[in-house]
C-alpha cells in the first residue's frame, strides 16, 4: 500500500496548514518531512486507536497529529508555520516497533508526500 498525503501549499510565516493522509485505521501511522539536501526527519506519529502520540523534538506545541478512523485519514494541523518547516511531508504506516516512535526504519507504505513551502 502507498499511502497519499494531501493538504499542502505555500503560506506565509506564522500561517496554517492541515495535511491529510489516507491512511488504514488499523495501524499506527507517522508523518515525516524532508527539506532539500537534507535527510527525512520524524514529525510526528499516532497509534491506531489515536491515544498514544509522539512528535519531533523541533514541533514544540506547533503542530497536532489526529486521526478519523472512520475516514481512514490521519491529520496533521501545522501552526505557526516557520520558514524552516519548508519540506515535502510524508506519511506512513508503523510496520514495525522499537522504542521510540521516530525510527524511520519502522514505516512503511510511502507515498510521494505533499509540498509544503513557507515563505517569509
Known amino acids: 500500500v502507498q499511502l497519499q498525503a494531501s493538504g499542502g501549499g505555500l503560506v506565509q510565516a506564522g500561517g496554517s496548514l492541515r495535511l491529510s493522509c489516507a491512511a488504514p485505521s488499523n495501524y499506527a501511522t507517522g508523518w515525516f518531512r524532508q527539506a532539500p539536501g537534507k535527510e527525512r526527519e520524524f514529525v510526528a506519529a499516532?497509534?491506531?486507536?489515536?491515544?498514544?502520540?509522539s512528535y519531533g523534538d523541533f514541533v514544540t506545541g506547533r503542530f497536532a497529529i489526529s486521526r478519523d478512523n472512520a475516514k481512514n485519514t490521519v491529520f496533521l494541523q501545522m501552526n505557526n508555520l516557520k520558514p524552516e518547516d519548508t519540506g515535502t511531508y510524508y506519511c506512513a504506516i508503523r510496520l514495525t516497533y522499537s522504542s521510540t516512535w521516530a525510527t524511520e526504519s519502522q514505516y512503511g507504505g510511502w507515498g510521494q508526500g505533499t509540498q509544503v513551502t513557507v515563505s517569509s
Open positions: 499516532i497509534s491506531w486507536g489515536g491515544g498514544t502520540k
